[in-house]
């Protein structure tokens, strides 16, 4: 099992649909969780972390299932700025070792 | 703003030469920092951890000899890239922070394209 699992997508959706990404990891003693956006060609940059109670942040939220080992982001209302990969992100453990996911592509179209 | 500096952001170099990129942390001091490489349509990799005042821990698979990676001060990590060819192509990430589950802070990255 990889260590950090996403659904490559891309996933297209309108502008206005709510979509739902994915991401399982392996390690149980995990204890940070993190989304970033990643802009083609440019570096990722953080989004939200991921809390044990969940957690939103306007359009966006997240969700944790520390049982499943299994972290969700939620975008409601998707604007064309919401385009864009993004990176479910967990700590691997070590002191700043973060483990990246390979990204979920989102494409939000007119 | 951005708390950490990467420099260059692009270049591009001959098959052979040497690349130097530096990593710059500069609201905090960072005594870990990390190296990541990315190939198009790829997820981050990382290459190396930079530890200032001490060796850099590679990933398997990596170079040390031709990735040299020097963390002399606490705010300031430098990645070489020696004998550049053009399968080292690639866009290079540096990041610091991640310390008690806090998130990485990264730089804006460096494009290099060795022709």
């Known amino acids: 099992r990889k260590e950090v699992e996403q659904d490559p997508g891309p996933f297209n959706v309108p502008e206005g649909a709510t979509v739902a990404f994915n991401c399982t990891y392996s390690?149980?003693?995990?204890?940070?969780f993190f989304w970033y956006r990643q802009d083609c060609r440019k570096e990722p940059k953080l989004l939200m972390s991921?809390?044990?109670s969940g957690n939103e942040d306007g359009r966006f939220t997240a969700q944790l299932n520390r049982a499943s080992q299994y972290i969700s982001l939620l975008i409601r209302d998707s604007k064309l700025s919401d385009s864009a990969t993004y990176l479910c992100?967990?700590?691997?453990?070590?002191?700043?070792?973060?483990?990246f996911g390979k990204g979920t592509k989102l494409s939000v179209k007119p | 703003g951005a708390v950490v500096s990467q420099h260059p952001s692009r270049v591009i170099c001959k098959s052979g030469t040497s690349v130097k990129i530096e990593c710059r942390s500069l609201d905090f001091q960072a005594t870990t920092m990390f190296w990541y490489r990315q190939f198009p349509k790829k997820s981050l990799m990382l290459m190396a951890t930079s530890n200032e005042g001490s060796k850099a821990t590679y990933e398997q698979g990596v170079e040390k000899d031709k990735f040299l990676i020097n963390h002399a001060s606490l705010t300031l990590s430098t990645l070489t890239v020696t004998s550049a060819h053009p399968e080292d192509s690639s866009f290079y990430i540096c990041?610091?922070?991640?310390?008690?589950?806090?998130?990485?802070?990264f730089g804006n990255g460096t494009r290099l394209t060795v022709t």
């Open positions: 991921v809390y044990s």
């Open positions: 992100v967990v700590n691997g453990g070590s002191q700043g070792n973060l483990i």
């Open positions: 990041s610091a922070g991640g310390g008690r589950g806090s998130p990485l802070h």
């Open positions: 390690n149980s003693a995990s204890q940070s």
